[in-house]
Nanobody, 122 residues
């Protein structure tokens, strides 16, 4: 089983910055993609940014130029540097990882962290 643990959420004023981090742990797994999603009450979870093991990134339009995703394949970590935060960025941010893990054979997995709250005050 692959587990994700997020850190770095908190309260920040508008215009400020936060950095989220996520580390994956488990045994006999390979990650193909990691990313961040966010959710506010009453709305669907939405993509923020993803990064593949090859370094390709994908960003939601509303964070382009403000957020930067980075990953470390050797450490199975992903980070999200969030700058120029505004109150609309307030949400629970979830780490996601997808890849394969070996039980008797290699099987796909897609797993989520428990989420970390980001609150941006005006």
């Amino acid at each position: 089983q692959v587990q994700l643990v997020e850190s770095g959420g908190g309260l920040v004023q508008a215009g400020g910055s936060l950095r989220l981090s996520c580390v994956a742990s488990g045994s006999r797994f390979r990650i193909n993609r990691m990313g961040w999603y966010r959710q506010v009450p009453g709305k669907q979870r939405e993509l923020v940014a993803t990064i593949t093991s090859g370094g390709s990134t994908n960003y939601a339009d509303f964070v382009k130029g403000r957020f930067t995703i980075s990953g470390d394949n050797a450490k199975n970590t992903v980070s999200l540097q969030m700058n120029s935060l505004n109150p609309e960025d307030t949400a629970v941010y979830y780490c996601n990882a997808a890849g394969t893990r070996r039980i008797l054979s290699w099987i796909d997995f897609d797993t989520w962290g428990q989420g970390t709250q980001v609150t941006v005050s005006s």
